[in-house]
């Protein structure tokens, strides 16, 4: 629960979102949108949509449960980020994690992909806790804590040293490979 605090505090404080071009086998950014979602939020409104909590429906969307903020613009942002740009199973969740890992090398994701790397994450939480069998359980929480350690490569990009990779402490121990 501790790292589910921390991604909720990185989406808060992510910088303005930008824009940049779309290039196939790499994650989707703001211009491939057209509009809508490129304004920056508030850092005090993402943790307000975040706050009033998530609900995961029958077909496997995420919504914002209180439905006046759901209603505004940056929870109509959210909604549109949440059901176009955040994998709903467990096979797109694993593709998206790869996007993230091939990148690993380069410069730090942009800020609109940092988001939807935060944003996958939390997804999958939601999705762990909403999982019927142990099995799929395990896959979700190793899939959330490959995301982590990608959270944390990107925030320690320019920081860490050369080569070395941040620490996940017990977390670590999810880590096997996929199947």
């Keep these: 629960m501790q790292l589910l605090a921390w991604l909720i505090v990185a989406i808060c404080l992510l910088p303005g979102v930008t824009t940049t071009q779309h290039h196939p086998g ?3 950014d703001s211009a491939s949108l057209g509009g809508g979602l490129q304004e920056p939020e508030a850092p005090e409104v993402m943790f307000e949509l975040l706050w009033a909590g998530l609900e995961l429906d029958v077909m496997g969307q995420l919504h914002i449960q209180d439905e006046e903020l759901a209603s505004t613009h940056p929870g109509r942002r959210l909604r549109l980020l949440l059901q176009h740009h955040v994998p709903s199973d467990l096979e797109g969740a694993k593709q998206r994690l790869r996007q ?8 730090p994701l942009s800020p609109w992909d940092f988001e939807h790397l935060l944003l996958t994450g939390l997804s999958c939480v939601y999705r762990l806790h909403k999982a019927s069998e142990a099995e799929e359980r395990g896959h979700w929480a190793q899939v959330f804590a490959l995301l982590a350690q990608e959270t944390l490569w990107d925030l320690c990009k320019g920081f860490c040293p050369q080569g070395q990779p941040p620490s996940l402490g017990p977390w670590a121990l999810i880590l096997d490979p996929f199947p």
Excluded at 100 to 107: E, H, M, W, Y
Aim: a positive charge.
């Design 100 to 107: 993230f890992q091939d990148l690993r090398k380069g410069p």
């Design 26 to 28: 790499k994650p989707m």
